[in-house]
């Protein structure tokens, strides 16, 4: 008991055990983070007070918390915390520069949002072979009693090679995303209001992307390449951030499940600039619904309706 007792005392020291990490954001599902620590990798725990605060300025004298759906694969980050009895490392503050958040968001927009499950999945992979290679050494060690009873051994083993190879075909997909819905929201020229009407497309379209399992929201902000290129790439933030907004607002989709917005500037122009109807539709907010198959094992999900926004006039 004395032994029992002191053991339970450990963990509870364990457990309050403050810590400090930095490394790079590799991997976000909801509220668990997974940072690269050397070659290491550790379990963030990001909380609903967990502050996220970004520095910069002179000095890096200028703070600015800007919330964990900043929080996004490619940024360096400083975590203060303390771990629980699971060694995750549950994250009172959150630190990283201003340069570093630049970074990170020119390396999300061109790639497909990380889902976070990609990780915890994986892990889950490995221990299930890891307990296959203990079955196949126990196989090993009772080779008398396996031709003895062969017929059944057999039939163990054909089994285990069927789980062998499901298994495979989920590590496959795991760099494999699914779009599970998009909707576009267009803008008047040098404007980063959203119409009555896109307003309430948008809300429709969340609340149905709440119900896909497993998915993140992202939010790309686009403009025009006409006029100042300041001015667009300000834009296309501004409008990012709108769309954000509406979103947070709805209360249909809890803040781990949304991406850091995007500002894409005058990248990727669907249309030409040429005309006026060409700069209407480069001028706009694509909000996508994304699904790592690995998670899912490819199986059909409630896919939400990508009902175009109507752009506003010139």
Not at 63 to 92: C, I, Q, R, T
């Amino acid at each position: 008991m004395s032994f029992a007792m002191l053991t339970f005392s450990g963990v509870s020291a364990f457990a309050q055990q403050a810590a400090t990490l930095q490394g790079m954001i590799i991997g976000r599902d909801g509220p668990t983070m997974y940072v690269k620590v050397g070659d290491t990798r550790q379990i963030v725990t990001l909380q609903y007070n967990t502050q996220a605060t970004e520095k910069g300025g002179f000095l890096g004298m200028s703070h600015k918390n800007l919330g964990v759906a900043a929080l996004v694969p490619g940024l360096e980050v400083k975590v203060d915390g303390s771990y629980d009895p699971d060694h995750k490392l549950v994250a009172k503050k959150v630190e990283f520069t201003r340069g570093s958040m630049r970074t990170a968001n020119q390396i999300d927009a061109g790639l497909n949002p990380v889902n976070a499950k990609v990780a915890a999945q994986q892990d889950a992979i490995m221990s299930a072979r890891r307990d296959i290679e203990s079955t196949q050494r126990d196989i090993d060690a009772s080779k008398q009693q396996i031709a003895a009873n062969a017929q059944t051994e057999q039939a163990d083993a054909s089994a285990a090679k069927q789980a062998v190879a499901q298994t495979n075909g989920r590590i496959g997909q795991l760099d494999q995303y699914e779009e599970k819905g998009s909707l576009t929201v267009n803008f008047r020229n040098g404007s980063a209001v959203v119409s009555k009407e896109d307003k309430d497309q948008l809300e429709d379209f969340i609340k149905t992307a709440a119900n896909t399992q497993g998915f993140m929201v992202q939010v790309q902000g686009f403009a025009s390449a006409v006029g100042n290129p300041a001015l667009n790439q300000r834009l296309s933030s501004e409008r990012a951030e709108a769309v954000l907004t509406i979103i947070q607002q709805s209360g249909a989709v809890p803040l781990t499940r949304i991406l850091a917005p995007a500002a894409m500037g005058t990248t990727n122009q669907v249309a030409d600039n040429k005309t006026r109807d060409g700069q209407k539709q480069n001028r706009r907010v694509v909000v996508t619904i994304l699904v790592n198959k690995g998670i899912t094992g490819g199986s059909d999900q409630t896919t939400a309706s990508a009902a175009p926004g109507q752009p506003g006039e010139a």
